[in-house]
């Protein structure tokens, strides 16, 4: 417990919120040096460590930054007024007015769904802020960005305009990763004397409160002098239409003269440069003090740990070259209209702001009095939002330490080699089981299967640490830790219940066996994390529901009693009743879904992949049984891993790969472990049959 408060302390020093890349990828090595360490405590030691935090704190403040009030919202021309329409200048909403419906004809589908969606507020709030409250969205230091995702701007996940369908805008939104937006900047006395950059057109406030109309077709800038301060510049984005895709049809005059897509680069000046200098290296100083204090490293498996995630990282950064705009890191690209991607997003950034905005009941309540749909990844995204900002460098700081923790789970159970093979296979294949690809696949969406894999593979990996009879060795601390892991697993994943509940319960059973109660009492309080969910539900909903409500109705289409019905008429010889083809068509849409294919020059792969995994389901199920009477983990994973694939059988999206990508991946992590303890005997086996007889 000690080593998570030092994790987050290192958030902290690193400043709230981490928006930049390079301080992800510190904050990565610099976790990883804590895993792969000894604590050192003394007194001395702990007292240096706080004095170092209360410095770097108080030092920070001191430093100055540019400051810029910064505010922003969707830009949209609705039926009627909106705070929007009354709240920007006039002469600067008609001139933006004009230029949105050239591209978007009032004439052209009156009916779509944005454009009876009006912005409540004149800006909206951005996670930005949460930590330094802002006049308007959100207080920078910082400008430079050229499209949506690096501008960063919140709005873009908003449930308000989760809008799909058929609309130019919905395409535009899901094809181009853009939408149009404005921003707005209020020169602070900081500012004096650095520079903003734009390409498009800004509105510039003058004395007296006209505006200069200032229009760059290339990227140029203009000094902020003593009479900006106080002083307001407009500025519009506006991407091309979807019917204008300039690979797809050659720019007519009418769209030469269509506003470009802004971009915009703020140069500060040279003390306020040094100073964020300052701030990163202060930071940098800080953790590196720490860790120097009150830790030991074991060099091996640091090496061993930073190896694994810098190839991880590689093949992260690789992969958003085929990501269709959408993609992990400092960027914010707007998920796609009706995706589960967009609503975890936009139900994480209310909670977070309600939350931090002191309203925390309001904020745990998840945007749902009763939980309809999977609710563990709208507070992940919580979470990400509070420590990371507008950014997606949570989760990929997540996913980018998936094959660590797949290297830590097998090398414990079977040894460093087979460790190597198993996360080289992870890192190395395109799909089917056991694929990184897949897992950046759907974390880039928004999807929470890369979080319940690493909730899944973390949790077993502690439970086998702290458990004696699975070969690990007692520790309460790292019992606790599983648990919740594992409870984490539950709620972001709920098809995963099953298996939870089934492995906690024989962690528990075997500690219960050598009466270390202790542990027993530390494994069930992680574990009892996950009756939050109940819980939730009782508290604000008052009802009693486990999970989720649509979990009860809708998923769940197929019961046992389809089963009995189907083996029923197959028994009478009604080869085409109604509950035979619908069993035949869940379980073909189980065993048959393909993943998502990175690129489509790899469907040719597809049956062979089909096909190994159907046999470590097979060899999952052997292992069950053939390990049931050993003292290790193979039968209890095994076990966990068919539990897992169980809800499958009954669920309505069986036929959708990411749904049981886990299940088969666990399979596949049994099936090496099987090899790893057959593989002697077959060496054996090989070296007697080709010995020649003296």
Same mark, same amino acid.
């Given at each position: 417990?000690?080593?998570?408060?030092?994790?987050?302390?290192?958030?902290?020093?690193?400043?709230?919120?981490?928006?930049?890349?390079?301080?992800?990828?510190?904050?990565?090595?610099?976790?990883?040096? =804590?895993?792969?360490?000894?604590?050192?405590?003394?007194?001395?030691?702990?007292?240096?460590?706080?004095?170092?935090?209360?410095?770097?704190?108080?030092?920070?403040?001191?430093?100055?930054?540019?400051?810029?009030?910064?505010?922003?919202?969707?830009?949209?021309?609705?039926?009627?007024?909106?705070?929007?329409?009354?709240?920007?200048?006039?002469?600067?909403?008609?001139?933006?007015?004009?230029?949105?419906?050239?591209?978007?004809?009032?004439?052209?589908?009156?009916?779509?769904?944005?454009?009876?969606?009006?912005?409540?507020?004149?800006?909206?709030?951005?996670?930005?802020?949460?930590?330094?409250?802002?006049?308007?969205?959100?207080?920078?230091?910082?400008?430079?960005?050229?499209?949506?995702?690096?501008?960063?701007?919140?709005?873009?996940?908003?449930?308000?305009?989760?809008?799909?369908?058929?609309?130019?805008?919905?395409?535009?939104?899901?094809?181009?990763?853009?939408?149009?937006?404005?921003?707005?900047?209020?020169?602070?006395?900081?500012?004096?004397?650095?520079?903003?950059?734009?390409?498009?057109?800004?509105?510039?406030?003058?004395?007296?409160?006209?505006?200069?109309?200032?229009?760059?077709?290339?990227?140029?800038?203009?000094?902020?002098?003593?009479?900006?301060?106080?002083?307001?510049?407009?500025? =519009?984005?506006?991407?091309?239409?979807?019917?204008?895709?300039?690979?797809?049809?050659?720019?007519?005059?009418?769209?030469?003269?269509?506003?470009?897509?802004?971009?915009?680069?703020?140069?500060?000046?040279?003390?306020?440069?040094?100073?964020?200098?300052?701030?990163?290296?202060?930071?940098?100083?800080?953790?590196?003090?720490?860790?120097?204090?009150?830790?030991?490293?074991?060099?091996?498996?640091?090496?061993?740990?930073?190896?694994?995630?810098?190839?991880?990282?590689?093949?992260?950064?690789?992969?958003?070259?085929?990501?269709?705009?959408?993609?992990?890191?400092?960027?914010?690209?707007?998920?796609?209209?009706?995706?589960?991607? =967009?609503?975890?997003?936009?139900?994480?950034?209310?909670?977070?702001?309600?939350?931090?905005?002191?309203?925390?009941?309001?904020?745990?309540?998840?945007?749902?009095?009763?939980?309809?749909?999977?609710?563990?990844?709208?507070?992940?995204?919580?979470?990400?939002?509070?420590?990371?900002?507008?950014?997606?460098?949570?989760?990929?700081?997540?996913?980018?330490?998936?094959?660590?923790?797949?290297?830590?789970?097998?090398?414990?159970?079977?040894?460093?080699?087979?460790?190597?093979?198993?996360?080289?296979?992870?890192?190395?294949?395109?799909?089917?089981?056991?694929?990184?690809?897949?897992?950046?696949?759907?974390?880039?969406?928004?999807?929470?299967?890369?979080?319940?894999?690493?909730?899944?593979?973390?949790?077993?990996?502690?439970?086998?640490?702290?458990?004696?009879?699975?070969?690990?060795?007692?520790?309460?601390?790292?019992?606790?830790?599983?648990?919740?892991?594992?409870?984490?697993?539950?709620?972001?994943?709920?098809?995963?219940?099953?298996?939870?509940?089934?492995?906690?319960?024989?962690?528990?059973?075997?500690?219960?066996?050598?009466?270390?109660?202790?542990?027993?009492?530390?494994?069930?309080?992680?574990?009892?994390?996950? =009756?939050?969910?109940?819980?939730?539900?009782?508290?604000?909903?008052?009802?009693?529901?486990?999970?989720?409500?649509?979990?009860?109705?809708?998923?769940?289409?197929?019961?046992?009693?389809?089963?009995?019905?189907?083996?029923?008429?197959?028994?009478?010889?009604?080869?085409?009743?109604?509950?035979?083809?619908?069993?035949?068509?869940?379980?073909?849409?189980?065993?048959?879904?393909?993943?998502?294919?990175?690129?489509?020059?790899?469907?040719?792969?597809?049956?062979?992949?089909?096909?190994?995994?159907?046999?470590?389901?097979?060899?999952?199920?052997?292992?069950?049984?053939?390990?049931?009477?050993?003292?290790?983990?193979?039968?209890?994973?095994?076990?966990?891993?068919?539990?897992?694939?169980?809800?499958?059988?009954?669920?309505?999206?069986?036929?959708?790969?990411?749904?049981?990508?886990?299940?088969?991946?666990?399979?596949?992590?049994?099936?090496?472990?099987?090899?790893?303890?057959?593989?002697?005997?077959?060496?054996?086996?090989?070296?007697?049959?080709?010995?020649?007889?003296?």
């Amino acid at each position: 417990m000690t080593k998570v408060v030092l994790a987050i302390s290192f958030l902290v020093l690193m400043g709230l919120p981490v928006l930049a890349l390079w301080k992800m990828l510190a904050l990565l090595v610099f976790w990883l040096v =804590l895993a792969c360490s000894r604590l050192r405590l003394s007194r001395w030691r702990i007292a240096c460590a706080l004095a170092i935090v209360v410095l770097t704190v108080s030092v920070r403040v001191l430093l100055p930054g540019a400051a810029l009030e910064e505010g922003h919202n969707i830009f949209l021309v609705t039926d009627g007024e909106n705070p929007v329409s009354k709240g920007l200048p006039p002469v600067i909403y008609d001139d933006w007015r004009r230029a949105f419906e050239q591209q978007y004809p009032p004439e052209t589908d009156p009916a779509a769904a944005w454009r009876k969606t009006p912005p409540l507020t004149l800006y909206t709030a951005s996670s930005d802020a949460l930590w330094r409250p802002a006049r308007y969205s959100r207080t920078v230091d910082a400008v430079d960005f050229r499209t949506l995702s690096e501008f960063r701007g919140g709005f873009a996940n908003e449930g308000l305009y989760n809008f799909f369908g058929s609309d130019a805008m919905s395409m535009a939104r899901g094809f181009q990763a853009d939408l149009p937006f404005f921003v707005m900047y209020e020169f602070s006395p900081a500012s004096l004397g650095s520079t903003l950059h734009w390409q498009g057109t800004v509105f510039w406030e003058k004395t007296g409160g006209a505006f200069a109309e200032i229009a760059h077709r290339r990227l140029a800038g203009r000094t902020i002098t003593i009479d900006d301060i106080g002083k307001k510049a407009y500025a =519009l984005s506006l991407p091309a239409p979807l019917r204008e895709r300039p690979w797809e049809h050659p720019p007519s005059a009418e769209s030469q003269d269509r506003p470009t897509a802004l971009a915009m680069r703020l140069e500060l000046r040279p003390g306020l440069v040094v100073a964020r200098y300052a701030d990163g290296l202060l930071g940098l100083a800080a953790v590196f003090g720490i860790l120097a204090l009150l830790t030991k490293i074991d060099w091996r498996p640091y090496r061993v740990a930073l190896g694994v995630t810098a190839a991880s990282l590689v093949i992260l950064g690789t992969a958003m070259h085929f990501s269709e705009g959408k993609y992990l890191g400092a960027a914010y690209p707007p998920h796609g209209g009706g995706d589960d991607g =967009l609503s975890h997003e936009g139900m994480g950034r209310a909670m977070a702001r309600k939350f931090m905005g002191g309203h925390w009941q309001e904020g745990l309540r998840g945007e749902q009095d009763v939980y309809w749909d999977t609710p563990g990844m709208r507070y992940f995204r919580f979470t990400e939002r509070i420590a990371f900002g507008e950014t997606n460098l949570g989760y990929a700081a997540l996913v980018a330490l998936l094959p660590w923790f797949v290297y830590l789970l097998i090398q414990q159970l079977a040894g460093t080699r087979w460790a190597f093979a198993g996360t080289a296979l992870f890192l190395l294949s395109p799909f089917g089981s056991l694929s990184f690809v897949q897992y950046i696949q759907n974390a880039k969406l928004g999807y929470a299967e890369a979080a319940g894999f690493a909730a899944t593979i973390l949790g077993c990996y502690l439970f086998v640490r702290s458990q004696p009879g699975w070969g690990g060795a007692r520790s309460r601390g790292l019992a606790f830790l599983g648990g919740a892991c594992l409870a984490g697993a539950m709620f972001l994943r709920p098809n995963l219940a099953l298996s939870v509940v089934l492995i906690g319960s024989l962690f528990v059973l075997a500690s219960w066996q050598q009466r270390d109660f202790r542990t027993v009492a530390a494994a069930m309080m992680g574990l009892a994390l996950a =009756l939050w969910m109940p819980l939730h539900n009782y508290l604000y909903g008052h009802q009693f529901v486990l999970i989720s409500a649509a979990g009860g109705t809708i998923s769940i289409p197929l019961s046992p009693f389809t089963y009995l019905r189907a083996m029923q008429e197959i028994a009478t010889g009604t080869l085409r009743g109604e509950s035979l083809a619908q069993v035949t068509a869940q379980v073909t849409g189980w065993l048959g879904a393909q993943p998502r294919l990175p690129v489509q020059s790899l469907r040719m792969l597809a049956g062979g992949f089909l096909i190994l995994r159907l046999i470590t389901l097979a060899l999952t199920a052997f292992a069950a049984l053939r390990y049931l009477r050993r003292g290790s983990f193979i039968p209890v994973l095994a076990w966990t891993a068919l539990a897992a694939h169980l809800p499958m059988l009954f669920v309505f999206a069986a036929a959708q790969f990411r749904y049981a990508m886990i299940a088969w991946d666990l399979c596949a992590i049994v099936t090496l472990l099987v090899v790893a303890d057959y593989w002697p005997r077959l060496r054996r086996i090989s070296h007697s049959s080709t010995a020649q007889p003296a």
